[in-house]
């Protein structure tokens, strides 16, 4: 379609005017789940599948996902020197997005917000006032010229017509008859076109369809008298809406994408595992390296005058009757090498390439979380329960060591950590002021500045002990599953409940795609490790 000469001389169409998107993983808001009002509530909804999409194939964010194309051709694959890190490159045909969408539960859409001092940022907001003071002086004109309204009005329609379900044909009818182009086109002709009326008739569509989160912006656009200010506000309303539609369309078609992703992943690398079948060797020595280490006993912490507050596995705790190998043990094994694994090892796991970079992600969280929990044991130590038994102080305490380990990244790790000592001991020292408790002693002060700066040292059995709790966490996960584990924290640890949930959550998911997809590779490695009588056949079948 021809653009109208009205809506070309400003240089863009109504369409160009939404919301960029953008992927977020935090969990998405609740009332969006809960669905969108009226007779047809999309909570009823059985036939999600098929949802009516916006027309308009300009809107990214309601396009379809397309599988990366950049991947190497069938020739390249079966090149012996494909082996293994070229693995990656090979199965991006397989939709990455698709991939994302089944693993992570919290998978969503939302409006990307430009900073207003960027460039971009700046030319948008710019483009998007010039066609709204251009409308307004079309409606302003006398007569009046409303061929941008018209299509302007022509868009909401389609919109609007994209977020009904297929059998809300009322409504569908409604529409379709109160926006109704050409008779609208006709009235603009006699310049009869009661675009307030056609607004508020919008406004009463919109409040039938949108989930009770956008309830308040609908009604604050009901206050609004300006048609042009109403047009714009109705626009920016409707992008939300339609992206409410997208995530809750995401949400329940992720069963469907979890299985189709895990079909194509594992067909792809069989058919690679035909051409090459030496393609699982350092699969297999990863799960015969967690086996050994099943096999072995942890070594214990080294009992320190530093670590009087943590107690220590027993060696007799640790060498008390094993338990017999079983594939999920020596899997969970494996996965949690996984976080420790040296970056200078080529051998990675092939059936781990792809999530090697979110393994490393998690390696450098997990770092992090056991350096805070670190911090925050040894404080607590000498600042006392009472201090500590403040939500408030042991929040910001948890803020300030989180901002100032962000500096780990840039700069020589003793002198970051010595600016996390000072700050934390300053921050024990004026709290314990505020509430009117005794200040640390110089002494004190000085050894909680060199406890601190520590930490981070090999040899520092707090930092150890901590690690080696988060290891038994996630472990828990694993076999658990996160909630139960967070029932039962071991020491040290309920400070920083969320932020394990949170990991936790992040691991499971991602090592139980990985076994949804590579379980039955990982079964004929297993039956060569485990004797049949430690691995009964259900077990191993369950992979």
């Known amino acids: 379609m021809a653009r109208r000469r009205g809506c070309a001389r400003v240089g863009a169409q109504p369409r160009w005017y ?42 990214a964010e309601s396009g379809p996902c397309k599988p990366e194309t ?45 900073p207003p001092s960027s460039l971009e940022g700046r030319v948008k907001e710019t483009m998007h006032n010039a066609f709204w003071d251009h409308l307004e002086e079309q409606l302003l004109a006398i007569p009046p010229d409303f061929s941008c309204a018209l299509e302007l009005l022509r868009e909401i329609k389609e919109i609007l017509l994209s977020l009904l379900l297929p059998r809300q044909n009322r409504l569908r009818s409604e529409i379709e008859e109160a926006l109704d182009m050409n008779l609208l086109k006709q009235e603009a002709e006699h310049g009869a076109l009661n675009v307030p009326h056609l607004s508020k008739y919008i406004l009463n569509m919109m409040t039938l369809l949108c989930a009770p989160v956008r309830d308040e912006a ?16 109705i626009f920016q309303v409707l992008g939300l809406m339609k992206m409410d539609m997208v995530n809750y369309t995401i949400r329940s078609l992720q069963p469907q994408l979890q299985e189709r992703s895990v079909q194509c992943e594992r067909a792809k690398f069989q058919e690679l595992l035909n051409k090459q079948p030496s393609l699982l060797d350092h699969t297999t020595k990863w799960l015969t390296r967690a086996a050994a280490d099943l096999s072995t006993p942890p070594p214990s912490c080294p009992d320190t005058p530093d670590s009087s ?24 094994q494996g996965f949690l090498n996984l976080l420790l694994w040296d970056p200078e090892d080529e051998e990675f796991p092939e059936t781990l390439l792809m999530d090697r970079a979110q393994l490393q992600e998690l390696e450098a969280q997990l770092r992090q979380l056991t350096i805070l929990a670190s911090v925050l044991l040894v404080a607590s130590s000498f600042s006392g329960s009472v201090l500590f038994g403040s939500p408030q102080f042991v929040d910001k305490l948890k803020r300030i060591t989180k901002a100032l380990m962000e500096e780990l990244k840039s700069r ?22 505020n509430m009117g408790l005794a200040a640390l002693s ?26 080696q709790r988060i290891h038994l966490f996630l ?14 924290l071991p020491g040290g640890l309920t400070l920083i409940e969320a932020e394990l949930a949170e990991l936790g959550q992040k691991f499971v998911s991602l090592t139980h795609h990985n076994q ?28």
């Open 18 to 59: 939404g919301p960029s998107l953008e992927v977020r993983r935090s969990p998405p808001d609740s009332a969006v789940a809960a669905g969108r009002r009226g007779g047809d509530s999309i909570s009823k909804m059985t036939d999600v599948e098929e949802n009516v999409p916006p027309k308009d194939p300009g809107d």
């Open 309 to 332: 507050s943590v107690v220590c596995p027993s060696p007799s705790e640790a060498a008390n009757s094993p338990e017999p190998l079983s594939p999920k043990m020596v899997l969970s």
């Open 70 to 114: 950049s991947g190497p051709t069938r020739e390249d694959m079966s090149s012996p020197k494909d082996h293994p890190f070229r693995l990656i490159d090979t199965v991006n045909d397989v939709s990455k997005l698709s991939k994302e969408i089944g693993m992570n539960h919290d998978f969503h859409m939302e409006e990307k917000v430009l």
């Open 412 to 433: 020589p790790e003793e002198e970051a950590m010595l600016t996390v000592s000072e700050q934390v001991s300053q921050e024990i020292h004026q709290s314990l002021q």
């Open 516 to 543: 949804q997809v590579f379980g039955p590779f990982y079964m004929e490695i297993l039956k060569t490790l485990i004797p049949p009588a430690q691995a009964p056949e259900t077990e191993v079948g369950s992979l």
């Open 442 to 467: 110089s002494d004190n002060t000085a050894s909680l500045i060199g406890e601190l700066q520590n930490i981070t040292k090999k040899e520092n059995c707090v930092y150890s002990v901590i690690g």
């Open 475 to 488: 472990k828990c996960c694993l076999v658990l599953g996160v909630q139960r584990s967070l029932l039962d």
């Open 218 to 233: 609908v009604q604050k656009l009901e206050n609004i008298t300006d048609p042009v200010r109403l047009l714009r506000g």
